[in-house]
């Protein structure tokens, strides 16, 4: 267990014996975090403001069951999630747009050319390049996006991504291979333009 996990994992049994002021420490460390996943899903800041505020609200009823058998932040976030979905639900809509921040050097590893950006010609172009790797992550099929988000914007592990989406190792792997090959395939020819 890793020392962020421990202190998690100490706060949370503060919680469990009655500390509601554990639990606040908790929200001030992840708040942050959680604005940023959920507003992946959803648009507007007031409505991820207010779900999630939901979120939290929900893992501190379920924290008596709360076991430790993964990490704090991984049940966090998978709840996070669900109420991020259920909201989207409730109010008739699909996710939209992720407010993620898509460009990713790593995606770009074969274009030194677009690392060092001046003019506006370039940035023009990565601009393109952004808004074609956000369209192909939007169009993923869920199991995909959520690999490659956790991978790429998060900086999770690959054994933390199994934990949050309860699926072995080999399987997170195949899932971001597969994703960062979709948008490879998209971005590939963007790359040889004007160099």
Request: charged share 35%; aromatic share 8%; net charge negative.
């Amino acid at each position: 267990m890793t020392d962020a996990n421990q202190a998690d994992q100490q706060l949370v049994e503060r919680v469990q014996a009655g500390d509601k002021r554990a639990f606040d420490m908790l929200v001030i460390k992840y708040q942050h975090r959680m604005l940023g996943l959920v507003g992946s899903y959803i648009k507007d800041f007031q409505e991820t403001q207010d779900v999630v505020q939901e979120a939290f609200v929900k893992a501190y009823r379920a924290i008596e069951r709360f076991r430790g058998d993964s990490s704090f932040y991984t049940w966090l976030y998978r709840i996070a999630v669900n109420t991020a979905k259920n909201h989207l639900i409730a109010k008739g809509r699909r996710p939209k747009e992720s407010d993620v921040d898509v460009y990713d050097v790593e995606f770009l590893e074969d274009a030194p050319s677009l690392i060092a950006i001046d003019s506006p010609e370039k940035n023009l172009h990565r601009n393109e390049v952004e808004q074609v790797i956000h369209d192909v992550i939007k169009k993923l099929p869920d199991e995909l996006r959520t690999a490659v988000m956790l991978r790429e914007f998060d900086g999770l592990s690959y054994e933390e991504i199994s934990e949050v989406m309860e699926c072995p190792v080999g399987t997170v792997r195949s899932r971001i291979f597969r994703a960062r090959e979709a948008i490879d395939k998209e971005i590939e020819p963007l790359l040889h333009i004007d160099k």
